[in-house]
Each structure stands twice: as structure tokens, then as C-alpha cells.
């Protein structure tokens, strides 16, 4: 129904906030950044700590989130490679305002050979490397792929169910205005829909998304992860908690920080999400390879990274450096706000943190 590599985020307004259509975890500030740095370091040690150590964002966006982990001097620095993955032009330039970006074919690093019958091999302790491309990368690596409100955008469909069938809404034009028509769904989405919601009662004209975008991004994840993990913080909800709220709270448009109108108004001029299914999230992410191994609150996982123990250090530095007015004095004192705005259940603290592994 939506796809993000035109329309919306080809314009590369994006999250933000002057003249930007939403706020994500990254620009409510620095302290987001300052706790995933943590669990890279977290997920750098169960992996044994490789170096170089890769980590694949994908919809980087303007490079908020990457400068924050980076200033947060995260313990996996030196050997942290981090690759930021934006389909929008205009935002990957905005990525060179925040980050040293390196030339494409250095994501892996110097190269060496240990010998001369060797093949090249990447040197270690050359991090930390910034680089941006316009997709994921066409390799094979062990690697964290760190996805931020990026499930929610992937191209959708939505099915309706008739009492009888699931049938999928299509989009028409009548006269000079778009219109919804209603298909049958394709055989192999009526299954999958079918799977998720056994056992529930489904009433006639329900909706659910179809996650294409959804199957394809993790089949493509799958193709560039050989061991590792994806890292995915989105709106996530179970299939019968999706059926009680319905499709006018799971179907969402947002224009410059406000709720939007019907999402087949302004095509192209607002941002159409979906929450995510997590019954389509594990069955999509198994048949790619992976498995859920966690799943959490982003409220719970900020505070598992010890959040509060930041806002306490924040505090400190406020106290010390009050008198100077300096940017690490006003950075200290604005932690507290931040963390409560990360961590509000009815807002962003409500997003699910879900770690899938193989």
C-alpha cells in the first residue's frame, strides 16, 4: 500500500523536528543513542567480540541515532564499523554534516594479507568506520543490523476479512480521487493470515496488515547476516490486540509532528505506517533464519541499559557545571526530560524492542 523509497521519504523530511513530519527515540536526544551504544556492547560481547565489528542501520535517516552511539564511545569503538542505510538522497548528504563518512568500499576496512597464498583479510583495530549506502549490503557478515522505527514504514497491504474469506483492499481511482476496492486476497496471503489468527475471533470487515515489505526486508537480512542478530524497535502488537483496536489506531498518517488525515489523501505528503504484527514478525523472521530471542518494552530495555543511572550522571554534571551554562552542563540537565519521554508507556516508551538472532 505504501512504499517508502518514493512519495513521503523521497521529499527526505523524515524524523526530526523543525519542518520534519514525526520524532523518533533518536531526536528526542542524546541519551537513545547513549543506551543502544550500550546493548551493541552487550551484543559485541555475546558475539565474542569480533573486530571489526559490523553494524548495518537500516534507515539511518539523517545519521542521528550512529553520531550518538559514536559519542558515546561505546566499549566495541575500535573496532565498530557502522554502515547507515538511506534510500533518500537528500538525507544521506544530511548524514555528512553529522558523521566523518568514509568511501563506500571502506565499510570492511584496511585490508591485509597475513601471506601471500592468503586472500585479504580486513585489519583490526581500524574503527570506528562510517559509511552510507543506499540499500544493504551485498555481502555476507556476521553483523547487527539495527532497524528504529523502520518495520512500521515497509510497504503494506491490508486484507479484510468477510466473515468467510480474507479479502485484500486495493487502491482505485473514481472520478479524480482515490478509492478503496476490495479483491480477493492471494492464495498465499489468505493462508498466512489464516495461521496468525487461529483460535481468534475474527469479525466480518476486521483488517490486518500484509507484510510484505515486512517478508522481504528480513529475506534480504537474511542474505547479508551469516551470524549476528537484527536489533528492531517499532510499534509492534500480537494479531488479537491488533483485531480489538482496529485499523483506524493500527493505520496511522503523520504531517509535521501531528496525526494526518486518510491515508489515501495527499499521497506522497504524509507518512503512512502500520504497526507491526508479531505473530507476522516471528513467522517472516523464521523463514528467513532467524529466531526471537527477546522481546521487550522500549521502557523495560531503557531501563535494563540503566537509564537511571544516566539521568543520575546527567544530574552530577548539571550540579558541577551549572555556573559555567556550558553545552555539557545543559546536556546533563536535560536527561532527566529525555528519559522521561523515552520511557512514557502511552508514547515511546510503549515501542516494542525485539532482538532477533541466528
Same mark, same amino acid.
Not at 500500500?1 to 523536528?17: H, N
Not at 585479504?120 to 543490523?145: C, I, N, Q, R
Given at each position: @500500500?505504501?512504499?517508502?523509497?518514493?512519495?513521503?521519504?523521497?521529499?527526505?523530511?523524515?524524523?526530526?523536528?523543525?519542518?520534519?513530519? =514525526?520524532?523518533?527515540?533518536?531526536?528526542?536526544?542524546?541519551?537513545?543513542?547513549?543506551?543502544?551504544?550500550?546493548?551493541?556492547?552487550?551484543?559485541?560481547?555475546?558475539?565474542?567480540?569480533?573486530?571489526?565489528? =559490523?553494524?548495518?542501520?537500516?534507515?539511518?535517516?539523517?545519521?542521528?541515532?550512529?553520531?550518538?552511539?559514536?559519542? *558515546?564511545?561505546?566499549?566495541?569503538?575500535?573496532?565498530? &564499523?557502522?554502515?547507515?542505510?538511506?534510500?533518500?538522497?537528500?538525507?544521506?548528504?544530511?548524514?555528512?554534516?553529522?558523521? $566523518?563518512?568514509?568511501?563506500?568500499?571502506?565499510?570492511?576496512?584496511? =585490508? *591485509?594479507?597475513?601471506?601471500?597464498?592468503?586472500?585479504?583479510?580486513?585489519?583490526?583495530?581500524?574503527?570506528?568506520? =562510517?559509511?552510507?549506502?543506499? $540499500?544493504?549490503?551485498?555481502?555476507?557478515?556476521?553483523?547487527?543490523?539495527?532497524?528504529?522505527?523502520?518495520? $512500521?514504514?515497509?510497504?503494506?497491504?491490508?486484507?479484510?476479512?468477510? #466473515?468467510?474469506?480474507?479479502?485484500?483492499?486495493?487502491?482505485?481511482?473514481?472520478?479524480? +480521487?482515490?478509492?478503496?476496492?476490495?479483491?480477493?486476497?492471494?492464495?498465499?496471503?489468505?493462508?498466512?493470515? #489464516?495461521?496468525?489468527?487461529?483460535?481468534?475471533?475474527?469479525? *466480518?470487515?476486521? +483488517? /490486518?496488515?500484509?507484510?510484505?515489505?515486512?517478508?522481504?526486508?528480513?529475506?534480504?537480512?537474511?542474505?547479508?547476516?551469516?551470524?549476528?542478530?537484527?536489533?528492531?524497535?517499532?510499534?509492534?502488537?500480537?494479531?488479537?490486540? @491488533?483485531?480489538?483496536?482496529?485499523?483506524?489506531?493500527?493505520?496511522?498518517?503523520?504531517?509535521?509532528?501531528?496525526?494526518?488525515?486518510?491515508?489515501?489523501?495527499?499521497? #506522497?505528503?504524509?507518512?503512512?505506517?502500520? $504497526?507491526?504484527?508479531?505473530?507476522?514478525?516471528?513467522?517472516?523472521?523464521?523463514?528467513?533464519?532467524?529466531?526471537?530471542?527477546?522481546?521487550?518494552?522500549?521502557?523495560?530495555?531503557?531501563?535494563?541499559?540503566?537509564?537511571? #543511572?544516566?539521568?543520575?550522571?546527567?544530574?552530577?554534571?548539571?550540579?558541577?557545571?551549572?555556573?559555567?551554562?556550558?553545552?555539557?552542563? /545543559?546536556?546533563?540537565?536535560?536527561?532527566?526530560?529525555?528519559?522521561?519521554?523515552?520511557?512514557?508507556?502511552?508514547?515511546?516508551?510503549? &515501542?516494542?524492542?525485539?532482538?532477533?538472532?541466528?
Amino acid at each position: @500500500m505504501y512504499d517508502p523509497a518514493g512519495g513521503f521519504f523521497a521529499a527526505g523530511r523524515g524524523a526530526g523536528r523543525a519542518g520534519r513530519d =514525526f520524532v523518533t527515540s533518536p531526536e528526542v536526544g542524546p541519551l537513545f543513542g547513549a543506551c543502544t551504544a550500550r546493548a551493541l556492547d552487550g551484543l559485541w560481547h555475546e558475539q565474542g567480540r569480533p573486530d571489526p565489528f =559490523f553494524v548495518i542501520e537500516a534507515g539511518a535517516g539523517r545519521g542521528r541515532l550512529a553520531r550518538e552511539v559514536l559519542r *558515546a564511545q561505546p566499549a566495541c569503538v575500535t573496532a565498530l &564499523h557502522y554502515v547507515l542505510v538511506e534510500r533518500s538522497v537528500s538525507l544521506r548528504e544530511e548524514q555528512r554534516q553529522l558523521l $566523518d563518512l568514509e568511501p563506500a568500499d571502506e565499510a570492511l576496512g584496511p =585490508f *591485509a594479507r597475513l601471506s601471500p597464498d592468503d586472500a585479504p583479510a580486513p585489519l583490526a583495530g581500524t574503527g570506528p568506520v =562510517f559509511v552510507s549506502l543506499d $540499500d544493504l549490503p551485498a555481502l555476507e557478515l556476521d553483523a547487527v543490523v539495527l532497524a528504529n522505527e523502520l518495520l $512500521d514504514n515497509l510497504p503494506f497491504g491490508v486484507a479484510q476479512w468477510d #466473515g468467510a474469506r480474507w479479502q485484500e483492499v486495493r487502491v482505485g481511482l473514481e472520478g479524480d +480521487r482515490l478509492t478503496e476496492v476490495v479483491v480477493p486476497a492471494e492464495a498465499v496471503d489468505a493462508h498466512a493470515l #489464516g495461521e496468525i489468527t487461529e483460535g481468534l475471533t475474527v469479525a *466480518a470487515g476486521a +483488517r /490486518l496488515p500484509i507484510p510484505r515489505g515486512l517478508e522481504e526486508w528480513l529475506e534480504a537480512c537474511g542474505r547479508v547476516v551469516r551470524h549476528g542478530a537484527i536489533l528492531a524497535i517499532d510499534y509492534v502488537d500480537d494479531a488479537s490486540g @491488533m483485531l480489538a483496536r482496529g485499523a483506524a489506531s493500527w493505520l496511522r498518517t503523520y504531517r509535521l509532528h501531528e496525526r494526518g488525515s486518510d491515508p489515501l489523501d495527499a499521497p #506522497g505528503e504524509q507518512d503512512v505506517t502500520a $504497526d507491526v504484527v508479531r505473530e507476522q514478525l516471528v513467522r517472516a523472521a523464521r523463514a528467513s533464519g532467524f529466531v526471537l530471542a527477546s522481546d521487550h518494552s522500549q521502557s523495560d530495555w531503557l531501563r535494563d541499559l540503566d537509564i537511571e #543511572g544516566l539521568v543520575r550522571e546527567g544530574r552530577r554534571t548539571w550540579e558541577e557545571r551549572a555556573h559555567l551554562g556550558d553545552l555539557e552542563a /545543559l546536556t546533563g540537565r536535560s536527561r532527566a526530560a529525555e528519559a522521561a519521554a523515552l520511557c512514557d508507556p502511552d508514547g515511546l516508551g510503549a &515501542h516494542r524492542v525485539l532482538t532477533l538472532s541466528r
